[in-house]
Nanobody
Framework: QLQLVESGGGLVRPEGSLRLSCAASGFSLDYYAIGWFRQAPGKEREGVSC????????VYADSVKGRFTISRDNAKNTVYLQMNSLKPEETAVYYC??????????????????WGKGTQVTVSS
């Protein structure tokens, strides 16, 4: 059974850092593009970053450029999101998602059929 599990969330102070992990089981990430999304209370789910299957295409939302880094280790079947200089308004549940058009980074959440359950990130002093 295809499964994605996020980890690494928690409470961090403003300007702090966290590294999120997205571990896949039941399938190989080699052929899948992976997106990171987040959803704050009362807000729509928004795309944060994505990487295509080989890591050659990487996209970031404007709001996180220069602070977040997405990477993947296909040997470990895991994708990471390094988040630096976190801001309170980035408090949200962070999700990873997979889609099979692996060559492409697709922008919309609706284009990803496979989702993890999310990990909470709280940025607060």
């Amino acid at each position: 059974q295809l499964q994605l599990v996020e980890s690494g969330g928690g409470l961090v102070r403003p300007e702090g850092s966290l590294r999120l992990s997205c571990a896949a089981s039941g399938f190989s990430l080699d052929y899948y593009a992976i997106g990171w999304f987040r959803q704050a209370p009362g807000k729509e789910r928004e795309g944060v970053s994505c990487t295509n299957s080989r890591g050659g295409t990487i996209v970031y939302a404007d709001s996180v450029k220069g602070r977040f880094t997405i990477s993947r280790d296909n040997a470990k079947n895991t994708v990471y999101l390094q988040m630096n200089s976190l801001k309170p308004e980035e408090t949200a549940v962070y999700y990873c998602a997979a889609q099979q058009r692996g060559r492409f980074c697709l922008p919309g959440a609706a284009q990803y059929p496979y989702w993890g359950k999310g990990t909470q990130v709280t940025v607060s002093s």
